[in-house]
C-alpha cells in the first residue's frame, strides 16, 4: 500500500509563529509514526505542511518539534487563512507526488496515509473542505488516536465477509456530553459492488489534549518549497481588514475557578447568578461544562450571552485549566470535562448526587442543591473575609 504513505500535518499560524495545537499535532504525529515505523519496519514521515508569506524561518522550528519534512508555500495570497484557497492549495499538496519525492521514495505515491487538522474554528472548516476534495472521510474533534490492525465484518464495507484492515487509524472522541467514547474509522469499501479506497485517514484534533515534544535543534529534515498557483476566481473572497478577537474569559491569571453545570436546572437565573456571586467572592473566574454552552435552559439575554458561551467551556472541547482552586457546582463530573480541570490544585464539588463521577476527581465533596450550598458558603467567606484581609 505504498501509494498511500507519511501523516500530514496542517500547521496553523499567526504571522510565523505556530499556534500551540499545531506542535500538539506534530508531538503526537512524531510519536504515532515512530511507532508505526518500528511496528511495521517502515519509513513513513512526518510531514508538516504550512501555508503563509515569510514562513521559511517557521519550517525550521517544525523540524525542531518533530516534522521528518516540511512542505510550504509561500504567497501573500496565503497569509491570512482563506478557506476557498487553502483548501486548493493544501489538496494539491496532498496529492503530488513531485513534492513527496523531494523526502520518500515515491513512485506509488497517490497521497498521505493520514492527516491531522486543528479543531478550531480555522481547522474545522478547513478539514472538511478539503477531505471533501480528496473524496475521503473525516473524522472531527479527536482527543485518542490507535494505529492498529483490524478485524472487520461489515454488511455493506466488506459484503458481511471478516477482512483484515492494516494500519489503521483508530480515532476516538467524547460524546454524549463525555459519557461515552466513540471510535471512529475511516475504511475502505471492499465489497465488489461499491468497492473504492477512503484515504487520507484524517481527523481534527482537540487543542490542549496532546503534549508537544521538547525542542531539539539538532534535528534536520528537507524543506520543500511549493509555488502556487492561483486563478482569478481562487481570489474572489478578499481581507479587506482583520482585527484579533482575544477571549474576555481569564482563566490563566486567576487563582481560583468555579464552574458550573446542569445542576443549575432549577432555577438557572438564579443559580448562575449566585455561582457568579461565589467567583467575584473568591475573586475567581466562572467556568461552564459544555452542555451549558448548548443553552439548554432559559435564562435572560444578558446571562445567557455573559456565562454560557463556548469560552467559557472547561474540558476537551474547550479549555484546560489547572487553577490553584476549583469549584465545580452542579457538575456530575463526564470525562471530556475532568480532562480540562485534572490539573487544578484544589477541587470542592458540590452535587445532591453522591454518585456522581466527580466525587472521584475532587478533595472536598459537599452533597446538596447549589442554591442551598453556596450561600452557607458566601455567608462563611465574608465572616472570614475580615481575618483573611488582616493576614494579607
Known amino acids: 500500500m505504498k501509494k498511500y504513505q507519511h501523516l500530514y500535518v496542517i500547521i496553523e499560524h499567526e504571522d510565523g509563529k505556530p499556534v500551540p495545537v499545531s506542535l500538539e499535532m506534530l508531538g503526537e504525529a512524531r ?24 514562513v521559511r524561518r517557521l519550517c525550521e522550528e517544525l523540524i525542531f518539534y518533530g516534522a521528518d519534512a516540511v512542505i510550504y508555500a509561500d504567497s501573500p495570497e496565503l497569509r491570512y487563512a482563506r478557506n476557498l484557497i487553502d483548501t486548493k492549495v493544501i489538496s494539491r ?34 478539514s472538511s473542505t478539503v477531505l471533501a476534495e480528496l473524496e475521503s472521510g473525516l473524522a472531527s474533534d479527536i482527543n485518542k488516536l490507535v494505529i492498529e490492525d483490524l478485524e472487520i465484518k461489515h454488511e455493506h464495507k466488506t459484503k458481511g465477509q471478516p477482512m483484515k484492515y492494516e ?49 531539539d535543534s539538532t534535528r534536520r529534515g528537507p524543506i520543500v518549497d511549493y ?14 481588514n482583520r482585527k484579533i478577537v482575544k477571549s474576555t ?43 451549558i ?51 487544578a490544585g484544589f477541587v470542592v464539588a458540590i452535587n445532591p448526587d453522591e454518585d ?11 452533597k446538596g442543591r447549589m442554591e442551598d450550598v453556596i450561600p452557607l458558603l458566601l455567608e462563611e467567606l465574608r465572616k472570614q473575609k475580615p481575618a483573611i484581609e488582616v493576614k494579607k
Open 31 to 54: 510519536r504515532l509514526m515512530d511507532g508505526y515505523n518500528k511496528k511495521y519496519s517502515a519509513d513513513e514521515k512526518v510531514v508538516a505542511v504550512v501555508l503563509g508569506h515569510d
Open 93 to 126: 499538496i496532498a496529492t503530488s507526488k513531485e513534492l513527496a519525492a523531494k523526502f520518500s521514495d515515491a513512485s506509488e505515491f497517490v497521497r498521505p496515509r493520514y492527516m491531522f487538522f486543528a479543531a478550531d474554528s480555522i481547522g474545522r472548516h478547513l
Open 167 to 215: 494500519r489503521t487509524l483508530e480515532m476516538y472522541r467524547p460524546d454524549f456530553s463525555g459519557f461515552l467514547w466513540t471510535t471512529i474509522l475511516c475504511l475502505d469499501n471492499r465489497n465488489p459492488a461499491i468497492e473504492r479506497d477512503y484515504h487520507p485517514q484524517a481527523c481534527s484534533i482537540i487543542p490542549g489534549v496532546f503534549a508537544p515534544i521538547e525542542r
Open 227 to 240: 509555488v502556487p498557483k492561483f486563478d482569478e476566481c481562487d481570489l474572489r473572497v478578499k481581507i479587506i
Open 249 to 291: 474569559v481569564d482563566f490563566d491569571s486567576k487563582k481560583a475557578i468555579v464552574s458550573f453545570g446542569r445542576g443549575i436546572k432549577d432555577s438557572p437565573e438564579e443559580n448562575i447568578k449566585l455561582v457568579a456571586e461565589l467567583a467575584r467572592e473568591l475573586e475567581a473566574e466562572v467556568g461552564i461544562s459544555l452542555p
Open 293 to 343: 454552552s448548548k443553552k439548554p435552559f432559559a435564562v435572560s439575554e444578558g446571562t445567557s450571552s455573559t456565562y454560557m458561551i463556548p469560552d467559557r467551556v472547561i474540558g476537551t472541547s474547550g479549555r484546560k485549566v489547572a487553577p490553584l482552586l476549583y469549584v465545580a457546582a452542579g457538575i456530575s463530573g463526564a470525562m471530556q470535562h475532568i480532562a480540562g480541570m485534572k490539573e
Open 356 to 366: 456522581s463521577p466527580i466525587k472521584d476527581e475532587c478533595d472536598i465533596f459537599i
